[in-house]
């Protein structure tokens, strides 16, 4: 469980709960088990996303006893210590300052927002509102209700054998059992928005945009994944795709531009597109990253054989990349928990991506909706608004984030 499994009105518990998780147990408190790993050249951290909360710890071979000892008390005895809770939500406070003044943070979530809105689990945001009512009970809550051992999964990466591990493990973190009930918990599907338009976030006097779209990418584990992937590269993945060359090497309107699949576990993620540019170009930037996605769509610029080798053979030999590292393995094995993936996956990939045809790449073109698209603009209003307005694009909506992080009409 994770961010999206939180109670609307308490967003952010999820984050302050992983943060304060590592911050003592009942045996140990914050500088005590500080000083203990330290000894053994070793942290424990905790992270949340939308779909799961990690506890990690990495660890020499030969300290697997002792820190197993000390990541089964923390994993099972965190105590929540209200003065740490407090200062780990003032930090949270002072991080949405700083949210408030980064357009492309700005941009980032208003993509989300738009596009699954501000009551559904991915478009909410943790905000000054509910990190306000948030109390160091609600993280024990969330612990116990959502953080429970049934649901977890254990991955270990390293030189170690099942039995080496086992014989380290301590028995009561192999028996953990929560006490009290599981949270129901439940993520919507998303709804595709009416119509394409431009959602414009004013930033006086910015001397750059950063401007996007966003629209309904689909699932990870359905059959087109491989031609999403390979269709994404060749859009705007990589540093030779048509979206970089266009608005950086032809047009020199930014340093890049990029596009991307966010997959999603419980629902469809969304396919995104990304750049800053110069604020006088605003408006041919968003043309340009249009006409490349109408080119592919209507096959009036279709993909070369010559572009098809190259982007199999970026994917497919940039791949083992992704293992390099006990962390890299461990991350694509959590990728594998949380998506429910079958063992195989991995070895699928790359004979996959070389199985893909000209026509599935079409197909992938033609299913991002260009006229179900929001694009999202956060730059100087002032500058910008009119170029906008004279796209064809749909209706321009003036937005504003309000002290919850929702999206709402500006005045």
Known sequence: KGGADEPADLTGVGGLTASVWTQGTTTRDAETLADQLAGLGTSISASCSDDSTSLNVGMLKRQLGPVLTIFDDVARNPIFAAEEFERERQQALAGLQMIQQDAPTLASMARSTAIYGNSHPYGRTANVVSLAK?????????????????????IVVGDVTMEELLAALPEALQTWKQPGDAAETSVPAVTTPAATRIVLIDRPGAPQSVIGFAAIGGDMRADDYYAKSLFNSIYGGQFSSRLNMNLREEKGYTYGARSSFAWKPRTAGLFTTNSSVHTDVTHLAVAEMMKELDQLRDETQPITEKELTFNRQYVTLGYPAAFETASNIASQLRTLVAYQLDDDWFDRMVPGILAVKPDQLATVAKSIDRDHLTIVVVGDR????????????????????????ELVPAE
């Open 134 to 154: 948030i109390e160091s009970s609600d993280l024990v809550d969330f612990y116990h209700s959502r953080l429970r051992p049934e649901s977890a999964t254990l």
């Open 382 to 405: 002032a500058a910008v608004e009119a170029n906008l307005r004279s796209l064809p694009y749909g209706d321009v909506q003036v937005m504003k984030f309000n002290e919850k992080f």
